[in-house]
């Protein structure tokens, strides 16, 4: 175990390092940024937590004795109705919360469409680019729909795009150097949800409650691994509804860009 102590280490950069069970004394992590970073079974006493912002999967949160996760998901589903519906629990409740997918994407598709088409590859924040984003959520549908649900080991396209803390796998693509057009991204992304929406259409209550049948070769999610239908196709809906919401954050800075 390394010790730094009465060390300056202001502006240092960790990728993909090991942390865990690491302990934090006296230090100062003002304007820290922490993306794709797991924070399982962390403990902070004693801190100063303001002007702090946090975006992901909050569970189990508890601040100063009251666990606020149930509070934040409340408060964002009275909000947005739709969200709560991403949370389906039957065949028609799946093929309702689709519809609300393909809507909302219609939309800000069509908000985008009105940008430059350079805009599209830009980063805001060191996020994914709007193009980035479609690709992302092709290879969320290739993974848990083409490779877990319906069993091809790979169903990669070249313009997939895993989540930047997978580690290279032999045959998984991840070219960030690719520039496609937005018509040529949303024509794979088109077929990839008409799959979506065949899978839906076919469901029941005994697929929705089956278990994967395990795939062979390299990639993701894990080969040899089963994995409950229902838990698949709840990530995929996770994975758009939260995309999307990124996405339309991010043109807003976008539109709000000086020219």
């Not at 409740?93 to 599209?120: C, H, K, M, N, Y």
């Not at 680019?129 to 169903?155: C, K, M, N, Q």
């Amino acid at each position: 175990m390394g010790e730094f102590t009465s060390e300056d280490l202001s502006g240092s950069r960790f990728l993909r390092v090991d942390l865990t069970e690491s302990e934090f004394y006296d230090a100062d992590l003002s304007r820290a940024q922490f993306r794709g970073v797991a924070f399982h079974g962390v403990v902070m006493r004693g801190v100063e937590l303001g002007d702090v912002r946090i975006d992901g999967e909050i569970k189990n949160l508890v601040i100063n004795g009251v666990d606020v996760a149930p509070l934040v998901d409340a408060e964002l589903d009275r909000r947005d109705p739709d969200r709560a519906k991403m949370r389906p629990t039957d065949p028609a409740g799946f093929g309702q919360a689709w519809d609300i997918v393909e809507r909302l994407w219609d939309g800000t598709v069509e908000r985008a469409r009105s940008l430059d088409p350079e805009l599209l590859h830009e980063s805001v924040d060191g996020e994914w680019s709007f193009i980035e984003t479609l690709r992302h959520l092709i290879y969320a549908t290739d993974a848990w729909v083409r490779r877990a649900i319906l069993g091809d080991p790979s169903p990669w396209h070249p313009l997939d795009l895993p989540w930047d803390e997978l580690p290279d796998t032999p045959g998984t693509p991840r070219d960030r150097e690719a520039r496609p057009s937005l018509d040529e991204v949303l024509a794979l992304r088109r077929d990839r949800m008409a799959t979506v929406r065949t899978v839906l259409d076919g469901l029941t209550d005994e697929s929705l409650a089956a278990q994967t049948e395990p795939v062979e070769g390299p990639g993701w999610p894990p080969p040899r691994s089963s994995f409950p239908v229902r838990e698949c196709l709840l990530t995929v809906l996770n994975e758009e509804w939260c995309h999307r919401q990124f996405a339309e954050r991010d043109l807003d800075a976008l539109v709000k860009a000086p020219g």
